[in-house]
Nanobody
Framework: QVQLVESGGGLVQPGGSLRLSCTAS????????MGWFRQAPGKEREFVAA????????TYADSVKGRFTISRDKAANTVYLEMTTLKPEDTAVYYC????????????????WGQGTQVTVSS
């Protein structure tokens, strides 16, 4: 059973930056994709970014392209989401998600979810 634990959320002013981390444990395969989703109050959970573990190929939602960067540290079994130029509309609970392929992860149809970490962008 894979467990995903997020950290790094918090309160940040508009225009600021924040880095989220998601550390995985219990993994038995080397072929998978990890991603980030977010869910704002009253809205559906939406895809943010994904990265393939072996090749490091990245995919982003249009709303975060150029502002967010996903990366991974294989040795630490950790995926990061570097968020810059944050806007109030980025306020949400951010979830880590893992699955076999980019297509499944981006659709929210992977295998595992983290518990979420709150990001609030406000002055």
């Amino acid at each position: 059973q894979v467990q995903l634990v997020e950290s790094g959320g918090g309160l940040v002013q508009p225009g600021g930056s924040l880095r989220l981390s998601c550390t995985a444990s219990g993994r038995t395969s080397s072929f998978y994709t990890m991603g980030w989703f977010r869910q704002a109050p009253g809205k559906e959970r939406e895809f943010v970014a994904a990265i393939t573990w072996t090749g490091g190929t990245t995919t982003y939602a249009d709303s975060v392209k150029g502002r967010f960067t996903i990366s991974r540290d294989k040795a630490a079994n950790t995926v990061y989401l570097e968020m810059t130029t944050l806007k109030p509309e980025d306020t949400a609970v951010y979830y880590c998600h893992e699955g076999v392929t980019v297509q499944l992860v981006a659709a929210g149809r992977g295998n595992y979810w983290g518990q979420g970490t709150q990001v609030t962008v406000s002055s």
